[in-house]
């Protein structure tokens, strides 16, 4: 079979995500044909290392605060909630919501052992308290999550709303069409 170190690189590979045998096995072929996109990889896989959470948002950024945060142009009274800031990143290029963004990274799946404490929610009451948020959108369909968030926004004084039906019980923002994202968007009503 192959020498030690690619059948190594074989393994790590398997381990990312929807990466299979057969195309972890091609990616590390490609890689020793191709000696300078190795060095690309690496330099790039190491770039990661900048990359942190942002103080107010919870999205991934280079800097303290990231870049919708810091844009004057926003609508600062409006905060979009999400699980995981690839959601922020669909909603963004729909070009749909103009306000700000929250991300939890996660959501509450009891069967699976994630519970309330696990989301991220401290920074957001804090928002909600300083910042003359005026109104929450929480983009997310599962249940238990969005039941837990509109519990706890009830405690203070900001208008909280739901994603129009259009989104699928249970389904994420991910599996939706732009179109019908945007619907949902515009649709959306107060909870
Ligand atoms: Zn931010």
């Not at 959470?53 to 600062?76: A, F, G, L, M, V």
């Not at 306000?99 to 991220?120: M, T």
């Amino acid at each position: 079979m192959y020498p030690k170190s690619i059948e190594e690189l074989i393994k790590s590979l398997t381990e990312l995500p929807s990466l299979g045998p057969k195309s972890a096995e091609r990616i590390a072929l490609h890689l020793l044909d191709k000696p300078h996109k190795i060095e690309q990889l690496i330099k790039a896989v190491k770039n990661l290392e900048k990359v942190g959470y942002c103080d107010k948002c919870n999205s991934y950024t280079e800097k303290k605060i990231c870049s919708i945060c810091e844009n004057p142009q926003r609508e600062k009274n409006k905060i979009c909630v999400v699980e995981e800031p690839h959601q922020a990143d669909i909603i963004e290029k729909s070009g749909i919501f103009k306000g700000l963004y929250y991300v939890l990274h996660g959501s509450i799946a009891p069967l699976e052992g994630k519970n309330p404490q696990d989301l991220k929610v401290d920074k957001l009451i804090k928002r909600i308290k300083e910042d003359h948020i005026k109104e929450i959108i929480l983009a997310t369909n599962q249940e238990f999550t969005l039941h837990y968030m509109v519990k706890l926004l009830k405690n203070f004084k900001v208008k909280v709303s739901c994603l129009a039906k259009g989104i699928p019980v249970g389904g994420n923002i991910e599996y939706v069409d732009e179109l019908t994202l945007k619907e949902a968007f515009k649709g959306r009503r107060e909870v």
